[in-house]
């Protein structure tokens, strides 16, 4: 008897073993969405220079586009999905019959450099004293967020990704442009899952900036430290990617794995400081939450500032994080400022600035309020502000009635890029109504020939649908990588910008701290013999 019912009981366990084993995974996947288990790393993705949604609704009715983040972890248990076994004797996770394969999340290499392969995505060349990129193909990445999930690619790329009409997705998805988890999709009514992996691949035109070369003051095993030009990003973000200062040091330079240790508005030139090691990096950083740094600036404004050492210590609100549109408001941050003018020369004063704080547009902030705006600040010193231009704080207008004039002076003037914007941050009221390009037949697309002696004759365009090899973009099969037949910009004929133009005059002059010290030399625009044009 207790022979047999030993057998009877073997029986029954052997029996019942698949479905302990399912039983035993279920409960390690609830127990890991509970956190008892350690879920995936997602903070090391490589996403690129990921395509920016929308981060913030600006005021008036625009959506800015804002750094992508690592979607949150599904908030319900998806099924369980079946293992396969592998010929490495390890088991991988399917789908069920007809269901939609999401694959894991991708691991990123730590490090803020740059390869070589992203270096070669293009060159640049020198031209009217600006210094211009080629334009390329780049693949914008990311990871489904959590706020996506359950919604459709066409509402994700309508709601989020602004920078180009809905039109143009379903272009793109027909000429096999966008991927879903590395395979083409062409519904965009396809519904997103957590992890889903997109990727976009478009045509990029940089904005040029001044050809003024990045020089290097000091360098050493712990720091780098350079002189940046005006006009020129610290490091990618908006349209510009190998127009900044991180790509140039790294390709130019050759140096890379550098972490920036403050940051310098793209129209603001001066020292600019980099370490080298994240120790390092730390330290700095250390010393500037314990203010133990000194920072010293120079710019010109207009008018006669006042002789005597002025401090303004006004509070500063952010109207807008995308523009950084800022104002004197008691809302906002306190923060303090010191003033000395340098020099005066009967229409504009060069003046001495020693931020005690660090808000956004501080030191521009302040000049303003104290009725001296930096003489070509392209926002804080502009009509939109209404006839005092702000001084005193005196601004007939709303947030929003704010917002929309300036974007619409700079509209006018088609100046966005100073703004780093895209049309398609405009609020509906200001956005270009022409959208003809692509709701003509996408089957035969066609772009005028440019030849003059037949200026109205349209030429067909040679759209590759074919489905692109792996580890291929879209735009890697066609042939000519400067002309794109989906690229609204490549039938743009834009004026260039004068060197000049690309300059505001405002200089980080000096950065000091614990042992160690560095500056600049003084702009030509702060020379007591600079005259005005």
């Known amino acids: 008897m207790l022979l047999g019912g030993s057998g009877v009981l073997v029986s029954l366990l052997s029996a019942a073993r698949p479905t302990l084993r399912r039983l035993t995974f279920c409960g390690c996947r609830l127990i890991m969405a509970s956190g008892g288990c350690e879920a995936p790393n997602r903070e090391g993705r490589d996403s690129g220079c990921p395509e920016e949604p929308q981060k913030q609704q600006l005021r008036g009715g625009a959506k800015p586009y804002g750094e992508q983040q690592p979607p949150a ?8 999905p079946a293992l396969a076994p592998t010929s490495g004797g390890r088991k991988k996770r399917r789908g069920r019959i007809g269901e939609r394969f999401v694959p894991p999340p991708k691991k990123r290499r730590a490090g803020v450099s740059f390869s070589d392969q992203h270096f070669a995505e293009t060159n640049y060349y020198f031209e009217g004293g600006l210094r211009k990129v080629r334009p390329y193909y780049f693949d914008f990445q990311t990871y489904c ?7 459709s690619l066409l509402h994700v790329y309508s709601t989020e990704f602004r920078a180009h009409p809905l039109s143009y997705y379903e272009a793109a998805a027909k000429a096999g442009r966008l991927r879903l988890n ?3 999709v062409r519904d965009l009514g396809v519904i997103l899952k957590d992890n889903d992996f997109l990727r976009n691949t478009v045509h990029r035109h940089e904005p040029p900036v001044t050809a003024e070369p990045i020089r290097l003051l000091a360098e050493d095993d712990e720091v780098v430290v350079v002189d940046k030009p005006s006009s020129m990003p610290v490091h990618p973000c908006g349209r510009f990617r190998h127009n900044t200062v991180i790509f140039i040091l790294g390709k130019d330079h050759q140096l890379k794995e550098l972490h920036p240790l403050h940051r310098l508005d793209r129209l603001t030139s001066g020292v600019l400081m980099f370490a080298k090691t994240a120790a390092v990096s730390e330290r700095i950083h250390e010393q500037v939450r314990d203010r ?3 920072k010293e600036y120079v710019c010109r404004v207009e008018g006669e500032f006042p002789a005597e050492e002025v401090t303004c210590k006004e509070p500063i609100l952010v109207v807008s994080y995308k523009v950084g549109l800022c104002r004197v408001d008691p809302r906002g941050k306190p923060c303090e ?4 003018r340098l020099s005066y020369n009967g229409h504009s004063s060069v003046v001495r600035c020693q931020p005690l704080t660090g808000r956004t547009h501080q030191i521009r902030v302040h000049l303003q309020f104290l009725g001296h705006p930096i003489v070509n600040d392209p ?3 502009t009509a939109a502000w209404g006839p005092a231009r702000g001084r005193g704080g005196h601004v007939p207008k709303t947030d929003d009635e704010l917002l929309r004039d300036l974007l619409e002076e ?3 003037k088609q100046s966005l890029d100073v703004l780093d914007l895209f049309e398609g941050d405009l609020p509906p009221g200001l956005k270009p109504t022409s959208d003809q390009f692509f709701k003509q037949d996408l089957k035969e697309p066609t772009i005028t020939t440019g030849d003059p002696e037949e200026p109205n004759r349209e030429a067909p365009l040679d759209l590759d649908t074919t489905e692109p090899a792996r580890g291929e973009t879209a735009g890697s099969q066609l042939k000519n990588k400067e002309m794109d037949p989906l690229c609204e910009e490549c039938r743009l004929v834009r004026q260039d910008p004068l060197p000049q133009e690309l300059v505001m005059y405002l200089h980080a ?8 010290e560095y500056s600049s030399p003084m702009p030509a625009w702060a020379q007591d013999d600079w005259k005005e044009d």
């Open 145 to 151: 967020k959590g706020r996506w999930v359950g919604r």
């Open 337 to 340: 400022t010191v003033f000395q």
């Open 73 to 80: 972890r599904e908030k319900e248990q998806a099924p369980v």
């Open 379 to 381: 926002i804080y010193n």
């Open 410 to 412: 700079h509209r006018a």
């Open 182 to 184: 590395e395979q083409p």
């Open 509 to 516: 002059l000096r950065y000091k701290g614990p042992g160690f």
């Open 292 to 294: 133990q740094l000194e």
